[in-house]
């Protein structure tokens, strides 16, 4: 608990606490602006030039849509948080000091942790206050009926989706912390100490292609490279006849969520 307090106390920090708190505002406040300011635009409200349209914000779970969207976002802030608060330990050496007063390293992370968990948790619960409150403040605008949100199925939608969110958010953060700690790890072991075995690889060839290859200027550009290139000649060509002579029709109502993929319920066929 003593451990808690303490990182706690590192993470309250006016300009460190309100600096994030306003950033996860402004994102999520800019998200779930777009959706309504935009719904009648052609170019889309949404990623990729998608739409949300009057018909989906209508339904029960759509004052949650803005709030989902912002998940990535979120995930990032977390991500940033997670590592700020490991690394500056070892980068103004207070580490050993830390570990001075509390031996115990397994305890010492957990209380890291949990101090960062609360910090992620009172982010999310900033995201959605903000993203269902522009949700009703610009859905008289937007002539987006509300009827449907402030149901049973609206705050199941809530719940599910808070907990999602939430889940996402830390998952992020946790696994890319322990990705760039353990590649920082293997890097300092294995590359740093023996590079001329580790960190030097072989050197391709270029292969020349008979004939082709003796073209006049465009031979040596084209035909006389290493196997990476030939390869990226055949992705190229691959590409092209997927794109241009397969047809794909999407057949059935199609319903979009900027979260999470592009369609959902979609059928495609050839």
């Not at 739409?51 to 979120?74: A, H, K, P, V």
């Not at 619960?125 to 449907?148: E, P, Q």
């Not at 998952?171 to 293997?186: A, D, H, K, S």
Request: aromatic share 14%; proline share 3%; glycine share 10%.
């Amino acid at each position: 608990m003593r451990i808690f307090l303490a990182e706690w106390r590192k993470l309250k920090r006016p300009a460190f606490f309100l600096g994030t708190m306003g950033s996860v505002i402004f994102v999520t406040g800019l998200v779930t602006s777009l959706l309504f300011l935009l719904i009648d635009t052609k170019t889309g409200n949404a990623d990729r030039g998608n739409r949300i349209t009057r018909e989906m914000l209508q339904l029960s779970d759509g004052f949650t849509i803005g709030f989902n969207s912002s998940n990535g976002l979120l995930g990032l802030v977390a991500l940033s948080v997670f590592a700020a608060q490991t690394a500056q330990e070892y980068t103004y050496g207070t580490l050993r000091n830390l570990l001075v007063r509390q031996p115990r390293r397994i305890r010492l992370l957990l209380g890291k942790y949990f101090s960062m968990l609360v910090f992620a948790l009172i982010s999310v619960v900033v995201s959605a206050a903000t993203a269902i409150g522009l949700a009703v403040a610009l859905s008289g605008r937007a002539k987006v009926n509300t009827d449907n949100w402030f149901t049973d199925a609206g705050y199941s939608a809530f719940g599910h989706s808070f907990v999602n969110v939430f889940i996402s958010t830390i998952g992020y953060g946790t696994i890319n912390v322990l990705v760039i700690g353990i590649t920082g790890f293997f890097y300092k072991k294995l590359l740093i100490p023996y590079q001329e075995t580790w960190n030097t690889g072989p050197i391709l060839q270029p292969i020349k292609i008979p004939l082709l290859s003796k073209i006049p200027i465009l031979g040596p550009i084209l035909f006389h490279q290493t196997i990476i290139v030939y390869l990226m000649y055949a992705a190229v060509a691959l590409t092209h006849c997927y794109l241009f002579t397969v047809c794909f029709s999407c057949v059935g109502k199609c319903k979009f969520y900027a979260f999470g993929g592009d369609c959902l319920g979609a059928v495609f066929g050839r």
